[in-house]
Every structure is written in C-alpha cells, then in structure tokens.
C-alpha cells in the first residue's frame, strides 16, 4: 500500500501509530512535530490502518465533503495541497475556524454539499480526490453531484454509514443500493468495511466514468 | 448572488484584491454551475500575483466569508426559537382570553354552555342558528385555531431548541430553555450570565421590590417551573434552585462555546440535585 510522506507511522505512547505534521487539534498525543491520527476518531485514519490504496499523494488538491469540525480534515490539510472543507451546520464550524487558521491551506466552507453550485465559483476544477463523510441520506447523490470537481484520474474517497441511509434496513442490503447507485458516475476500485475502527461503515475508493 | 458578481464567474470576479469584505461577500453569494481553474484565472485578471498569491487571499476571504456565515446562523437559530416561544405564550393567553369571553356569551344562548377553550372547540364545531349565534360560534372557531396555532408552535419549539443549545434543552426541557433564552436576550447573552441572574430571570418584578427594600430576595424565578425546584420541599427550594442555576448556566455556555452535547452534565445535576433533597434543612 503506498502513503503519502506526509501520513508516517511513528512511535507515540508506546505504540507505532498513524501521524501527520501540523498544530494539534483534538487533544491527541503528539511526537515532536509530529500528531497522532486516530484512528477511532477518523473514517480515512481507519482508511490508511486497514492498509487500503487511496491514491492521495503529498500536495494533492482535495475537496472535503462533511468536514465537521475538522478532525479528519486537519490531517488532511497537513498533508496535502490546497484542501476545500464543505460542512454544513454552523455549529462544528466554529471548530472548524480554529482549525482551519492554523494552517496555509485548508479553507473553510459553510455550504451544501448537495448543492454544489453554491461553491463551484470557489472551489477550483481537476482536483485529485474527494473525501466524502457526510453521514446523511443520500450519499451517492452527493458523490454524483461534485463529480465535477474531480480530475479525469481522481478519486473519490467516501466513507458511507449505513445507518444514514435507512436505520431498519440491513446494512449490507443498504452498502448495494449505494454502491449500485454510486457505479452510476464512478468506477468502483476498492471498498472495505471500517471494523473495529467505525461501526457499519463502508470505506469506498473510486474512480470517475 | 450580489449583482456585481455574474453567475458563473469566480468568487473574485470585480473583487478590490485588497477588499477583504467584498471578497467574503463574493464568496458567500457567488456560483457557479461549474468550478474552474480559478487560480489560473485570478491572476489573468489581475487579481493575484501568482499561484500562492492568490490561495493567500483566497484563505483570508474563506476565513472571513466563513466566520460572518456561522455568526449569522447562529444568531438567527436562538433569535427564532425565543420569537417562536414568545408567539406560544401570546397563542395561549389570547386564547383562554377569548374562551373566557365565549363562554361568558354562550351561556346566554345555551343551556349546556362550559367553559374554557375545551368547551370552544365543542361549540365551533356546532352549527349556529341565526346572527347571533353565528358570531359566538365564529370566535369559538377563532379560539380553537388559536390554541392549534400554540400547539404547532409548541412542537416547533420542542423541535428547535434542542438543535439551538442541546445541553440546556436536554436539561431544562425545550420550552424553559427557550423562555431562558428569551429572556436573556438570546443564547450568548444567556451563557455570559451569572447564574445568580439566570437563577432570577423572570423575577424581575420581585428583584426590583426587593431591591426599593420591600420585599425578601426572590430565590427563583422562571426556573421554578423546573420539575426539580417545583417538587422539592420548601425549605430545600432554596438550595434546589441555587444548584438548577448553577447547572444551567454551565450548560448554557458549552451550547453556546463548544455545541457538543455532554450528557455527564446532567447527571452531575441529577446527582446534586438527588443529595440536597436527602438532606434534611437548608443549607
Ligand atoms: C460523521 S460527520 C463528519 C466527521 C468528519 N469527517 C471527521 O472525521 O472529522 C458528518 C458531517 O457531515 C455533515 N453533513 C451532512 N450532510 C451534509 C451536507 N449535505 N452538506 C455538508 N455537510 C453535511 C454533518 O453536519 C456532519 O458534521
């Protein structure tokens, strides 16, 4: 599996773990420069221990979908490029601020991520991946929907919860539906369960049609 | 949209490059079908030096853009919600006004005349025989949508508190959060408060009376509503509303701080809440 320089695995209490450079951000452990990327805590952490190809690379342009308060994509930004982070609900994005002005380049994004227009006059075209963590109905339209941001040989990253999609189903009846609906759009490359780090989530790589 | 930045152009499109303001505007009212190579385009037009340049700008207009988004949101959401609670209690007071009024008339013109907004709803679904009767059934009708309209309010409030400040509503329930929150005057002046004030808010009148030295110091004041300064012994309400506003200005301040929800805040009240009514006295 290859990994960008900028995500390393490195001793911190005790233990060899996942590891970014950038200012702390949740209270994790850090190794000189270096801070913990928990895993527990983040679906691409998860990505990245469970040995998956997710083809990010050092200084790659990224959109992220779901950004919260920017746990995941603090790590992100301290790896890649220019990083875009989407969320939605104002609350998180307080956090999200903070996290955001400790660094160059991640730039923060109060807005729809199904309504992709309201940000397509910021966010630029070609990028190399979407990372996608929105946890609400409708994840493949989503993915479907900011294709357009995507470079010919990028890649979406998502990480999809079942239980967003419809509580009372069986989670791998709801993982096909997406998927099905997914391979509209996208060429599908990997996808792997996220046990024992999250619960009922599927981590899917994939590629634009 | 603003009507300087066309539809489709970037977020910098007839941007000062040194406009922080019209930047964060642009980057808030903007769009675009389709995203472009905006940091080539910037500096073709001018409006950055280069690629870095331009991502320097571009982070200080998503900063600004951003921070005004969220304060405006939020200012918005607690705002709503004490408008909303506000229009509940003037839904009920009008309507048990009016009731009053109905059955006052009513019972010149029926014999099985009641009382109250209950005994509206029966009569607005009756059929009024002549003028008169038809004016009386009408302000029944009024009444009865009044008390539907505080019922819709009532759930919308029930909804919206809980997203507005979650640990407050999980702890005061949603309607007292919501009269907390509007009688502070929104939820950042409610979580500045001390919680000697917020343990008197709406006792005003009592504060002031004691205050001119004619009256004792009122000990609560909305909050007494709260089942847990409401059903603990007299002697022991003192103590209980202290505590109760203590934990509810804690629980203010990380809605309205941090927004996460902290479920341990309320079993620590549930716990202090639980000693002071096994203690015998007040403190
Ligand atoms: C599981 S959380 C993301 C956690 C985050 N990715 C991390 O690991 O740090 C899902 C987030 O997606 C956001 N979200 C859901 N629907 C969205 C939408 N349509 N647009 C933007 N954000 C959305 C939610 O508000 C929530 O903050």
Redesign the interface.
Known sequence: MSRPDGVARRTIDGAERLATRGAPVYGEPTDGEWRLWDARRSKLGAMFENGMETGLSDGDAVLYLGAASGTTVSHVADFAG?TYAVEFA????????DV??DR???????KDARKP??Y???????LDAIVQDVATRGQARVAAENR??LADDGRLIAAVKARSEDVTRDPDSVFDSVLSELEETYELLETERLEPFHDDHLAVVARPR | MNDR?PS????FESVDPGNVEGAAT??RD??????????VQAVEAGFADGEDDY?DR??EA??A???A??EE??RA?DRQLAHAVRAMDDCERTANELAERVAEWAGTLFDDAGTGVEYARTLAESDPDGPTERRVVDLARRVASLADERDELRTFVQQQASVVAPNLAAMAGPVLSARLIALAGGLGSLAKMPSGTVQVLGAEDALFAHLRGQASSPKHGIIYTHEYVRNTAPDQRGSASRALAGKLTIAARVDHY??ERKPELDDELDDRIASIRSRGGDE
């Open positions: 220019p104002a609350r998180p994005v307080r956090d999200l601020l955001a002005r160059e380049r991640l730039f923060p994004l109060l227009e309201t397509a006059h910021v966010v630029e075209n070609e357009r941001f | 930045t489709g152009a970037g977020w642009g980057i903007g769009s675009a079908a389709a995203p472009r190579d905006w940091p991502y571009l982070r998503t900063l853009a951003t921070a988004a969220v949101a939020e959401d941090s927004g």
